[in-house]
T-cell receptor, first 116, second 114 residues
């Protein structure tokens, strides 16, 4: 079974600064997908960024970027130029290849607080 | 395009009762997944439906069941409710994006069992 670990329960960052969230996972699969989801206090889960394991290039979405290290099974999220609206729980998630269906395995989450 | 909708948003039930939650996916999405979120256990996968068939199932007792209709709307049912079933139940609607699936979540149904 796959496991996803987020070792930082909470992090705080000053507005406009950069914060990096860590995520490690354990799997014997070669093809899989990794995601970061954001859950603001309103509770609506939002997809932030995704990465296909077969792609070497790290994914980027505006101020959000990942550092994907397949051999180390590490998938960190960097939030640049942090904004107050980035305050939320962030979840790292793993999904096996599409043929296995759409089951996400989540990490325990990291609470990010952006301070003005 | 409308997002994933879940009804009801809040629900209070008594132990032993049963409950049905509903999820309407984004138009055109054929995959619907359900997750349970609690402070203690975090986010746990319940099951996934694709084209009216259950494709994946998590490690939950048989009291938890679901189904999907021909219009892709999905329902999940919990029978003989226990206090530990109190949770936020999230539904996710899936679509093919390149070579992978993306899942878009609904706002959730907050179930409280007393």
């Amino acid at each position: 079974a796959q496991t996803v670990t987020q070792s930082q329960p909470e992090m705080s960052v000053q507005e406009a600064e950069t914060v990096t969230l860590s995520c490690t996972y354990d799997t014997s699969e070669n093809n899989y997908y990794l995601f970061w989801y954001k859950q603001p206090p309103s509770r609506q889960m939002i997809l932030v960024i995704r990465q296909e394991a077969y792609k070497q290039q790290n994914a980027t979405e505006n101020r959000f970027s990942v550092n994907f290290q397949k051999a180390a099974k590490s998938f960190s999220l960097k939030i640049s130029d942090s904004q107050l609206g980035d305050t939320a729980m962030y979840f790292c998630a793993f999904m096996k290849s599409r043929a296995a269906g759409n089951k996400l395995t989540f990490g325990g989450g990291t609470r990010v607080l952006v301070k003005p | 395009k409308a997002g994933v909708t879940q009804t009801p948003r809040y629900l209070i039930k008594t132990r032993g009762q049963q409950v049905t939650l509903s999820c309407s996916p984004i138009s055109g999405h054929r995959s619907v997944s359900w997750y349970q979120q609690t402070p203690g256990q975090g986010l746990q996968f319940l099951f996934e439906y694709f084209s009216e068939t259950q494709r994946n199932k998590g490690n939950f007792p048989g009291r938890f069941s679901g189904r999907q209709f021909s219009n892709s709307r999905s329902e999940m049912n919990v029978s003989t409710l226990e206090l530990g079933d109190s949770a936020l139940y999230l539904c996710a609607s899936g679509r093919l994006a390149g070579s992978t699936y993306e899942q878009y979540f609904g706002p959730g149904t907050r179930l409280t069992v007393t």
